[in-house]
């Protein structure tokens, strides 16, 4: 079944980034003029993707806003003939169709997800973390559709990360079946470095099937604290087989003050009205 539908996590208090997160969203940070979702959005259209549910919160209604279109703010670039301006700021809430659901409790990534489930049906879908932006040339997300469409199974993002960084990480192990590809025989969420041999880090895209909404639904009860994806991930392991995917690209992690900033100028080099004068700019320091 072809993937259509994306759910992108952004209900997160970004605890690694206050004070600057106390009043508004991570995700409405900017990378350069752009905000890090905004990223995602286009990241989830250009793989083919025709509708978006944003898992939300507290305190996350500026998303919906810029997701919407902005009546004055469009008629004042009308009349200012603006046209460049005017046809960006429209063309965000035309990118795809948008829908809001709110977690009403902070109770991990796996209860954000379950909040989709009536939205997502039965049919695979692709996940989203707010905190991971990867520079590719083919968006990651496709990359990962791209290997779905072939097993029909669950697919994770991998990136390797230094040994002693694995316990930021859901960490696998698996079979490699080809190039980046991998069979994941082994889920293990956030180990210490001596509780596995493998570097190979889950980043924060997915693609699901429905059976990941069964177990999460049947977890719900009984895992205390946090519900994860992985736990169902891990659940899933015991009877249907899970691929991994080495993304191409470089992945940053913009939840942490590090990962944004080195996104911030990798992404204002890279950027055609500024890269120069950014490039003078640090040749200088
Ligand atoms: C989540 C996942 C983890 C993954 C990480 C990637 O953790 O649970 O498996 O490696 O995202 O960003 P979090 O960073 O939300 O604690």
């Known amino acids: 079944m072809k993937i259509r539908k994306a759910i992108i996590t952004v209900a997160g208090f970004g605890t690694r980034f206050l004070p600057v997160t106390k009043a508004q969203p991570k995700s409405m940070l900017p990378l350069v003029d752009k905000p890090i979702v905004q990223y995602l959005v286009e990241e989830a259209v250009k793989a083919g993707i025709e509708q978006i549910i944003f898992v939300t919160g507290k305190g996350k209604r500026s998303i919906e806003d810029h997701f919407d279109s902005h009546f004055e703010l469009e008629y004042l670039l009308e009349q200012k003939g603006k046209e460049e301006a005017l046809a960006q700021v429209r063309g965000i809430a035309d990118m795809a169709e948008f829908f809001f659901v709110r977690q009403r409790y902070a109770r991990g990534n796996g209860d954000a997800i379950l909040a989709t489930r009536s939205f997502i049906g039965d049919e695979p879908c692709a996940v989203l973390f707010e905190d991971d932006i990867v520079a590719s040339e083919v968006p990651a997300i496709q990359q990962l559709i791209q290997v779905y469409n072939k097993y029909q199974d669950p697919v994770i993002a991998l990136t ?83 691929y991994g995917y080495e993304i191409e690209g470089k992945r940053y992690d913009c939840g942490d003050k590090l990962g944004y900033i080195q996104a911030m100028i990798d992404f204002s080099l890279k950027h055609p009205e500024i890269g120069e004068g950014v490039k003078k700019h640090i040749q200088q320091l």
């Not at 999460?216 to 659940?235: H, M, P, Q, T, Y």
Request: hydrophobic share 35%; charged share 30%; net charge negative.
């Open 160 to 242: 390797r990360v230094p040994h002693d960084e694995v316990s930021k990480y859901g960490i696998i192990e698996g079979t490699e079946m080809g190039t980046r590809l991998f069979e994941i025989n082994q889920f293990v969420e956030k180990p210490k470095p001596t509780e596995t041999q493998s570097d190979l880090a889950v980043i924060g895209k997915y693609i699901i099937t429905p059976q990941i909404f069964d177990e999460l639904e049947r977890l719900k009860g009984s895992v205390k604290g946090e519900l994860g994806l992985d736990n169902a991930f891990i659940e899933l392991l015991k009877t249907k087989s899970l």
